[in-house]
């Protein structure tokens, strides 16, 4: 599936026209409508938008990527450099990693439950 494929599939899905695709994302209708039909590509910035409107990676609509990734946003920047270390670590790590995390997870969901 190229991008237009994908672009049209989203906008679908979202039951949107392309005049309200166009609107919500910033865009021309006739651009929009090339980008569709693959007589256009989009620049950088308007592909992060519709990505982000959206709630995929842009590697989804650029790439052969058969599933949709959500983009999460890590805001505190010391931990986003921990999870690209542990990225690094190898499997048996990540896994003890991953179990803290989803245990330390589930405590504060059960904390925010009780109170």
């Given at each position: 599936m190229d991008l237009g494929d994908k672009i049209?599939?989203?906008?679908n899905e979202k039951k949107l026209s392309l005049d309200m695709l166009a609107a919500d994302i910033?865009?021309?209708r006739s651009i929009l409508w090339k980008?569709?039909?693959g007589q256009?590509?989009?620049?950088?910035?308007?592909?992060?938008?519709i990505a982000?409107?959206?709630?995929?990676?842009?590697?989804?609509?650029?790439?052969?990527i058969t599933e949709k990734e959500n983009i999460?946003?890590?805001?505190?920047?010391?931990?986003?450099?921990q999870f690209e270390e542990i990225d690094k670590m190898p499997e048996?790590?990540?896994?003890?990693?991953?179990?803290?995390?989803?245990m330390a997870i589930n405590e504060d969901k059960i904390k925010k439950?009780?109170?």
């Amino acid at each position: 599936m190229d991008l237009g494929d994908k672009i049209n599939q989203l906008q679908n899905e979202k039951k949107l026209s392309l005049d309200m695709l166009a609107a919500d994302i910033d865009v021309a209708r006739s651009i929009l409508w090339k980008y569709e039909k693959g007589q256009a590509v989009p620049s950088d910035e308007v592909l992060k938008r519709i990505a982000s409107f959206f709630g995929v990676s842009a590697d989804y609509l650029l790439f052969d990527i058969t599933e949709k990734e959500n983009i999460t946003k890590i805001t505190d920047k010391n931990l986003l450099k921990q999870f690209e270390e542990i990225d690094k670590m190898p499997e048996d790590k990540r896994v003890l990693i991953k179990r803290f995390l989803e245990m330390a997870i589930n405590e504060d969901k059960i904390k925010k439950m009780v109170s």
